[in-house]
């Protein structure tokens, strides 16, 4: 492991996954300067490498629009991420909600918010609740 500019991590991230990367003005003013300790020859997912770094510096992502969007914790709680997720083509109402109450209280996040409407479910929240929610819908619902 060694010290690493953040921008050169972004750099990385940006050239091997072809990803378009943005990010607001007060991450700019926070990962101009920033070295962190990154040790690249591990092979880890790009959300575990983002994850890692961000919340070092007290950052998150967020998929917006198709891009990766870096930002500071605080404008993410502000602008959480819609996402709709099919349940069951057959799924009534109760079902549905059982599950987006499980899904609550399996994820158990402030910011999480999960709205069933027959054969899907609403889910705002983070981008790690909208992994987590996928996670575990997937384990869910694979064992039906």
Do not use: W
């Not at 091997?16 to 991450?27: A, E, Q, R």
């Not at 109450?101 to 910011?111: V, Y």
Request: net charge negative.
């Amino acid at each position: 492991m060694s010290g690493i500019c953040f921008v050169d991590v972004i750099d990385t991230v940006d050239e091997f996954y072809k990803l378009p990367i943005t990010m607001d003005s007060k991450v700019a003013e926070i990962i101009s300067d920033s070295i962190i300790e990154f040790d690249f020859d591990h092979v880890i997912s790009l959300r575990s490498i983002l994850h890692d770094c961000l919340s070092r510096l007290g950052l998150t992502f967020q998929v917006r629009d198709e891009r990766l969007l870096i930002t500071t914790m605080e404008q993410a709680k502000e602008n959480p991420i819609r996402r709709v997720y099919q349940v069951s083509v057959d799924a009534s109402s109760e079902q549905a909600s059982a599950l987006a109450r499980t899904l609550i209280e399996a994820i158990d996040s402030p910011e999480l918010k999960i709205i069933p409407t027959g054969d899907r479910l609403i889910v705002i929240g983070s981008e790690e609740d909208h992994f987590d929610a996928t996670k575990l819908l997937t384990q869910l619902l694979s064992r039906e």
